[in-house]
C-alpha cells in the first residue's frame, strides 16, 4: 500500500505494518505534477500514484516509531515554548520602551534582577497597571514551561536505547552541540546511518545550493531550504561556533568527558 505524507501522521502506516501490510509513505512535495493539469479528484490522484510508483518517480519517507515519533513531538513542543517566550519578552519589552522605562544602567535583561524591577514599576492608569501585572506573568509562565519540558526530555533520553544515548553523547563532542541540541538532531534525524554521505545529510536539510546550469554555463544561489528545517535551524547554530579558535574550553571538555577517545579524535 502506498499513502502520502500528511498531516495525520504514521499512525495509519504503523497499523497496516502491524498487520502485515507492506506500506510506504511518499513525500507530497516530490511527488511529479504534469504542467497543466487542472482536474484533481480522488480517483485521478490515486491513478496518478499508481502509474508514478510503478517507475519508480516516487521518494519514500523514513518512517520513525512510536517511540521515536514521541521525542520529536517533546522536543518540537520545547521548541514552540522558547519561541512563545521569546514574544511574551517582546511584548514586555516594547510595552516598558512606549512608557519610557528603561532599567538601571548594568541591569542585564532578564534576569532576576531585572524583573524584579519591572515589578517594581508603577503607572497612574489602572488599564497600564493590568497590563503590566500580565506580561511579566506571561514570561515567567513561559520561563517555567521551558525547564518543565527540559526535564520531561531529559526523563525521555534515559529511556532511550543505549546505541541512541550514545549517539546523543558522541554529538555533544563537537562545538555549539549540547543537550537539548544533540537531542534535536537525533529526534530529526532519525537512523543517522542511514545517509551514506554528508551530501546526502545536507540536502535532507536543504543546505545545498540552488544551481541553475545549462552547457558550459554554471549558476549557483543560495541555500535551497528544501528540507527539514527544524534540522537546518540546529545545524546552522552550531556551525557559528566554529568561527572561533579551535579551544576546547572547560563547558566542551565536561560534554566530552563521555565519550571515547575516537569519537573525541573526530570531534
Not at 36 to 43: A, F, I, P, S, W
Not at 83 to 96: V, Y
Not at 193 to 217: C, K, N, P, T, W
Request: charge should be positive.
Amino acid at each position: 500500500m502506498l499513502r502520502e505524507a500528511g498531516p495525520t501522521g504514521y499512525v495509519l502506516y504503523w497499523q497496516l505494518t502491524e498487520l502485515g501490510v507492506h506500506c510506504e509513505v511518499v513525500a507530497p512535495t516530490l511527488v511529479p505534477v504534469k504542467a497543466g493539469d487542472q482536474v484533481k479528484t480522488d480517483r485521478r490522484d490515486a491513478e496518478k500514484l499508481a502509474r508514478c510508483y510503478r517507475a519508480g518517480d516516487l521518494t519514500a519517507v523514513w518512517v520513525p516509531d512510536a517511540a521515536h515519533e514521541a521525542l520529536r513531538d517533546l522536543v518540537r513542543a520545547r521548541l514552540a515554548g522558547k519561541r512563545d517566550q521569546l514574544r511574551a519578552r517582546h511584548r514586555l519589552g516594547k510595552f516598558l520602551l512606549r512608557q519610557g522605562r528603561r532599567a538601571p544602567e548594568g541591569t542585564t535583561a532578564w534576569t532576576g534582577k531585572y524583573l524584579a524591577w519591572v515589578k517594581q514599576q508603577r503607572f497612574e492608569q489602572g488599564a497600564q497597571e493590568a497590563t503590566l501585572l500580565d506580561y511579566p506573568h506571561e514570561v515567567e509562565h513561559a520561563a517555567a514551561r521551558i525547564v518543565r519540558l527540559e526535564r520531561a526530555i531529559d526523563v525521555a533520553v534515559q529511556s532511550m536505547p543505549e546505541k541512541l544515548r550514545e549517539v546523543i553523547t558522541g554529538l555533544q563532542s563537537l562545538r555549539g552541540v549540547a543537550k537539548i541540541s544533540a537531542v534535536t538532531l537525533v529526534a530529526e534525524l532519525g537512523q543517522i546511518s542511514r545517509f551514506d554521505q554528508a551530501r546526502q545529510l545536507m540536502g535532507y536539510a536543504g543546505i545545498v545550493s540552488r544551481e541553475h546550469s545549462s552547457g558550459q554555463s554554471v549558476r549557483r544561489g543560495s541555500i535551497s531550504k528544501a528540507g527539514n528545517a527544524h534540522l537546518r535551524r540546529i545545524v546552522t547554530e552550531a556551525a557559528w561556533s566554529y568561527r572561533h579558535r579551535p579551544n576546547i574550553g572547560a563547558t566542551l571538555a565536561a560534554r566530552q568527558s563521555g565519550s571515547s577517545e575516537a569519537v573525541k579524535a573526530i570531534a
